[in-house]
């Protein structure tokens, strides 16, 4: 819809701009292929058995929204064939306070709301799990970022948030994840709009969930506390990520193969998240009950 700028700015640039479209479509074909058959390279090994066994032995809160959904159901796929007791999921509205140990989970909070989700997540707390769970944790969702974002007061509202809850549960592990973050505009569209100075699609947004997630990590990185979530997203099996600069700045960006609309998690992709998390859950610190 912009290329009539194109023409009344310079007919030169018109050219230049073809030129590049049709580079860059030469370019999209002829790697096309080789992006759909590593699909298959995406989907995590299956964790071993006995991390599976040994998370559950714990009770575990997790507190989320759509792409939260997507790990869960990578959770439910990786289950699925092992044995039952292994590790029980369970939506917070069927929990109970004698349920034998399970992963426990539910949508809390609203999209756009970061503050909100973070109250809703320790009302959750308050209200009872907070002295009947090991492990808490909540996630953020990319829509709660958007480039016009304080993310310094997203960071210290939930922040404080978890050492008041900390203070007030100190037996309890309260775990913290990176915000997921999402694929961005590429091809023809976005090579012509660099070219021409303008910015691709989501790339001011995916730069403020990166601005969190460094302060995620900063304050979080070294207590083996921090599950990287969006470090996951932007990192081949078996690769380093590969941030793409903007503003002078590494922006990391959900890799496409790994979503089919853009934002959320495909099957492999479920699967592979969830095969890190189940992971980072048996190792971190005091995720297991002592006397397990």
Known sequence: MGFPMLYV???LRVVAATLCIAAAAVFTIACGEGMASSSSETASTRPAAELLTRLGHSRVFFAHQSVGQNIVAGLEALRAGT?????RIVKLEDATPEMTPAFIHARLGTNGDP????????????NGLGNSVD???????FVDFEANTDVRAVFNYYRTSMEKLQQRFPKLTILHVTAPIVVVQSGPRA????????TPDYYPENAVREQFNELMRAEYGRTGRLFDL????ATRPGAAPEPILFQGRRLYTLLPEYSSDG???NDDAQRRVASALVAFLASAPHTVPAHQ
């Open 191 to 198: 090579i012509v709009k660099k070219w021409i100075g303008r």
């Open 9 to 11: 700015r310079s007919p």
């Open 115 to 126: 503050k909100g989700k973070t109250d809703a997540f320790v009302a959750a707390l308050e």
């Open 230 to 233: 969006a470090a996951i997203e």
């Open 263 to 265: 934002g959320h998690l």
């Open 135 to 141: 492990v808490a944790f909540q996630k953020y969702c």
């Open 83 to 87: 044995d039952a007791a292994a590790l």
